[in-house]
Structures are given as structure tokens and as C-alpha cells.
């Protein structure tokens, strides 16, 4: 975002001109910024180039990159539709198909007279852009276009420096919807100019390197970076860890770090691919030597670093972005610009059911199938949106998303919204969700509900499980909880116990806590997938399927009753068997399984609702206050908040005090020490009456009970669903335990917590008609 330019070099003027002969340079004393006159009728001067010797001048401030917005928006924008205007539909597959020949396009693909257009309209501009172009660059303009605005030419990788520079507008942007165009402006150019690189923006946007369930995970010791870091920019590890005290961002001090240092030459700019490779290569680097060749990487690419493609790439490394961008944003962003690109003729009031039609196909696509390699191939060489349904679906060894349920507060509650539904009552287990899958050549994997990888996890399930399949069996996804279990006294033992197991590469041998999976679901078999049919299939098909083996794999406990004093003494009775309460699922009427959807279909009624507010809440810990008295050196309490998912923001709910041991308060309060931040992140939303002592990242869900919720002036949870002014907090809320299996975007949403408020007791006795929502949410 910097305007400086070289001078030895075009400015951005000129790739907004119609063609070469337009553009007349004028001759320039080397001390002075190039001024290009477009088609004799306005002078653009570029800006000044006091940066010339200085490469790694510090991160412009907000005010100068205001100053560079409105410099690109007021200057070449017509002209650069004008000389677009004939091309009425971007490439974008068929970007491969051209080859660029000097100044010249040849097309390869004679029936597309798109390109022919193209041909005739010489694109020399794209041509000339150079790396000056990419301080220049800007995402957010207004009526961008994919091509004239964009900083790289045709078929050349995409620089590194144009991603950077999206990622610093998304940070400094607050609002969704922007920050969705500004990324999906920056995506519409990839798939324009360089296809092939969409997918590792992609993943650097996500700040990933490949699918959650890979476990090729991202995060680097600091040790490693800071050292690197040092050696690269001549400071002391000393002098970077007290810059990383004060400032809290180790992304920031080594972007100021790299801008006070002169360097001889100025190095071969980085790409995205190439950063993406190597951030790869760190990432499954192991055993002997592998934190020195660690080093010796990021060290190369550090010193290749301008601007702020430092602080981006040691954030990317750290695993924190911290540019309030999720994933469910990304791939919004991702559909738009696939949209975008190939209605670019559409107004845009005609453009936006396609919009919201693709947005859906995206999502729903990487429910399916939780691919970036494969939803992005799909979109790129294979067909694009139209194509997902059929390339993005259920497939053995790829997670899906799992259906949830949503929190009832009894029995009156379920026998109301099933009506006349047929439903099955199924024990609640209290364990760890398993999605085992199958393949066709006999391999097995077990998902989480965060379809991490669990299959390392539990070796012993996958030794024995292949017994339990019928011999028609060849491939298969089966949904089910894994539980500890005491295989000699038959008993279920409850989640605490399940999680002392080792979490990955467990050996068979060394394993001291047996388990036993309660198979409720089947979601694909032999070649098909099964969710679009209803409950009561897809469970014959599971018992079909399945050959119980006692204490090793068995089916949910299950009754198909429509009867109060049944469905009461069931769940007595799963409480005294060691499970949560029931599960209860709708059998036929719209009962398809709603991949990652919190669904009315399913319904779960824990017997701890029946006397609290219907279900306890995941909160992220945002903050700490000092304590007092007995709790001098500790913490005596957090700030606790829950996640919008719609405008993607921490919005604080409680203090919480109550519910520690006294060593807990310790243990927990060391583990949060590593995310002490100087400052509250850009999406905590809070008042300044309960700004804590020490603010934290946001990287710890607790799970909370509380005896309420109501309306608060003070947070700010759900403000704004029920009521305008007013936010939602906890009463008497009490320390549960903390989820490690939960990442601070599946904490409790807003709409959840407005959900919970609503049906309260208290207030549907006020308004008898005040029932929850009943759509399914998206999660
Ligand atoms: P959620 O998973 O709904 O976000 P959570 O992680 O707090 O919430 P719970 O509310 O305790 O979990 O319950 C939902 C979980 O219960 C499911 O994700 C699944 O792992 C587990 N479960 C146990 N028994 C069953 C069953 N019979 N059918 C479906 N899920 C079950």
C-alpha cells in the first residue's frame, strides 16, 4: 500500500492507458517521479519517490493508506473500464489456453470469441506492470477490475506482496461485507491472471497449508522465529523479545524490525507459491536437524520480505493471522468471485441471486467435502460452481461436517416440535464424536467433530473394527461417539477419563483407557451417499451394515416412543447407565442428515437442562482481572465471551469468578500466559466498564454453567437480536471445564445465546408466543 514508486520504472498510470502509443513519457531527471501523460488529456503524476534507496520504510500509517486509496480511486478508474470494456466476460479457465507473446495474446481457443475481443483490445498494460505496480496495489477499490487493477501481468505467479497487502486491508477493516469484497476482489484477479495460484491464496488466507485432516498444522515455536528474525535483520533475540513485550505481535516486530534495516540489494520478490511451498516444508519437517533447516527457511524468506509481507508471513507462521477474517468469509469471498468473473455483464441487482445461489453452492460443497485442493480445482479447471454438486460430495477418507443438534428444555418442548412426527429417543453419550470411514481399498480413518484427524488417536479401533463390518461392506461412513468404557463391569465411564488417552500416535500397547463406539448413523455406503435419506433408512442400512461386537462396537441405545412418562423414564435411566440424557431424532419427515447444520431434527435433552437454561455455553476467554485476597498472584476472574458469526467478533457475556479450585486458578491461568496480548483485538467487542487487566487471544473455549441469562447495558452478546440496544449476559456463571476439542470459532454463537434467552421460562410465561427460532443454523 505504499505509493512510493521507482523511478526507473512505469507507474500505474500506464496500465490504465488503451494501448502504448497513448501513452507519451516524458523524459525524467533521475531524482524525479515519473510523469505519464494518458491520451494528451490528464497528467498523472505519480507520487513522490523519496522511497527510492529505502525498500523497508515502516508500514505506512492509516493516514497514508487513505491517502493511497483515494489516489488510485479518483485517478485511472474510468480509464481503466475503458480499456476493458470490451471484454464482457473475465477469464478465467481459460487463462490457460492463452499464451502471451511479447506484447500480444495468441488465443488458442478459436470458438471463444471472448478472447478474440481480447486480442483486439491490446493488453500491454498487463504486460508492463512490474513490482512497483504491487505497492500500488489496491483491492478495495471501488468498481476494481480484475484485470487493469490488478499488480501482476498475465500467467505470472502471483506476487506475495499483493496478498500481503489484501490481508492489511482486511485487518484494517471492520465490516463483513467489505472485507468480502476486498478479498474476493483480490481472488476475481487470481482467477484471472493466474488460476493455478488460487488455491495456496486460498490456504494462506486461512492461514493453512492443507485440509484440517491432514494435520500438516502451522504454529512454530516462537524460539525458532524470533531467532530467525534476528539473524535476518541484524537485532539481538534480546532486543525482539522485549519489542515482543510491549507490542504483543511478533508479526509487527519483525515488520518494524525489517524496515530500519538497509540491505545492499534488494532481493527477488516473493510469490504466494513459493511461499506457500516453503511454509509447507516447515510445516511437516521432522526429526533430526529439522528446527535448524526450520530456521534456515524462514530465514530466506524473511530476507525476501518487503513491508508488510513480513508481518503476514510470521503470523502465518506463528498459526495466528489475526486479521478477523473466517473461514466462512473466505469462502463467501471465494463464491463471489467466481460469480463475479463470469456474470461480469450483469448488473449488480440481477447479479445477486447468482450470488447468493453460488455463496451456497460453495459452502455447502466444502460441508461435503472439506477440501481446499479439491473444491478449488473444481471450481478452477473443472467446471466451476455448476460442476460442485457433482465433484465436492461424500467421499471415504475425506471428513464431512457433522449434523448437530439443538438444546431442548423437556419433554413438552420435543413432543411440540415433532407434532405428529414419529421420533427416536437415543441415548446421549458422554464421549468424543467419531465419523469412522471406510475406503474401497480397506484403508480406515476416524474424524472428529471438528474433522481433525483422530485415527492416529485410536489405534486399538482400528485393529478390531474391520470385524464388525458384514462382508457385503466395502466402503462406508459411519457417524457414532466414542466412550470409555470398564469392559470387565460393563459400565460406561464418563468424558474425563477418555481424555487421559495419549491424543495422537497412541501405541496399542501402552493403551490403559478402553473404549466403545455407539454407532448411530450411516452416511455413505458402497459408493453412495446415504444423506439425503431419511433417519429411519439410513439406520437400516446401519444395522444391516454392522455386525455388534460387545464392548467394542455397539448401536446407540434406542426407543421410538412418543410417550411422556416413557420418554421421562428413559431418560432416568440413561442418566443412571452413565450417558447425558437423550438424543432425540425425527424417524421420517425431513429427517435427511443435515451436514454441519445445528438441526430441529435432532433434538438433545441433557437432564442438567432440565434445572438450568437449557444448555451450558462454550465462551472464549478474552480477558483476566488481577485477584485480590486469597487470590493475590492469580487470577481472580476472565472475561468470557461468545462468538457472532455474522459479523465475526468476540462479544463479551460475563466476569467469571466461581467454579475454581484453587489450583486450577493456577494452572489455567498459566496456560493463558502465552496469550497475553498489549492491546484487545480489532473484533472484541466490549465495554469499557469491564475492560480487564490483561487482555487475551483468543485461543481458550471454557465451557460455562449459569443459572440465567438477561438483557445487560454492559455486554455484548447478541446485541442487537433481541434487543437494539441492550447485549446478553450470564447470571451466576460457573467454571465447567475447559473444551480442548472445541477452536474459539465453534464457541456458543450470538444466535445461539439469543436462543437460549428466548426460551427461558421467565419469558415465554411473558409472552407465550415467544418461541425459539425455528430455522436450522448453518454452523
Ligand atoms: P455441539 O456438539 O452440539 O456443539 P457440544 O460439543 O457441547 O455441543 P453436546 O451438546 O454435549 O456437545 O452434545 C452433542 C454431541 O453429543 C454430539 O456432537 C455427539 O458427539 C454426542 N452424542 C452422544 N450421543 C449421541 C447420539 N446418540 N446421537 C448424536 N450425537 C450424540
Redesign the pocket.
Known sequence: MNIQKKTNQPSIASFFSKTDSSIIKTPKKESEPPSIRVENKEVIKSPSSDSEDKPFALAPTKKSRKRVLSFDESGPDEKSNASNENIKKTPTKAVKQMKIIDTKIEINDEKDSIFTKIEQTTITPIEQKTITDTQSYNPGKTNYDPINDACWKLGSDVPYSSLSTTLLLIEETSARLEIIRILSNFFRSVLSLSSRDLVHCVYLCVNKVAPDYDGIELGIGETIIMKAIADSTGRTVEQLKLDYKSKGDLGLVAEASRSTQRTMFKPKPLTVSLVYKKLKEIAQLTGNKSQQRKGDIIKSLLVSCQSHETRYLVRSLIGKLRIGLAEQSMLVALAHACIRNEYSNLKETTLKEHLDNGTHAVKDAFCQCPSYDILVDALVDKGGIDKLKDLCKATPGIPMK?M??H?SKGIDEILKRCGQSEFAC????????AQIHLTDDGKIYIYS?NSENNTSKYPDIIERIPNAFQSNVKSLIL?G?CVAYDIEQKKLLPFQTLSTRKRKDADIKEIKVQVCI?A??LLYLNGESLVEKSFRERRRLLHESIVCIPGELVF?E?RTTSNIDEINMYLEQSVKDG??GL?V?TLDDDATYEIAK?SHK?L?L?KDYLDGVG??L?LVVIGGYTGTGKRTGVYGGYLLACYDKDNEEYQCICKLGTGFTDELLVSLGNSLEPHIIQKPLAYYRYSSSLTPDVWFDAVKVW?VKCADLSLSPHHHAAIGLVDEGKGISLRFPRFLHE?Q??SVE?ATSAEQVADLYRRQEKIKKIDPDNQADDDDDM?
Do not use: I, N, V
Open positions: 457433522p448437530l443438534a438444546p437415543e441415548y446421549k453419550y458422554d464421549g468424543e464424536r467433530r457417524d461417539e455407539f448411530f448413523d446407540a434406542s450417558c447425558e438424543m431424532k445445528r435432532w438433545k441433557k444448555d451450558t462454550d465451557e473444551r476439542d472445541k465453534d454452523y
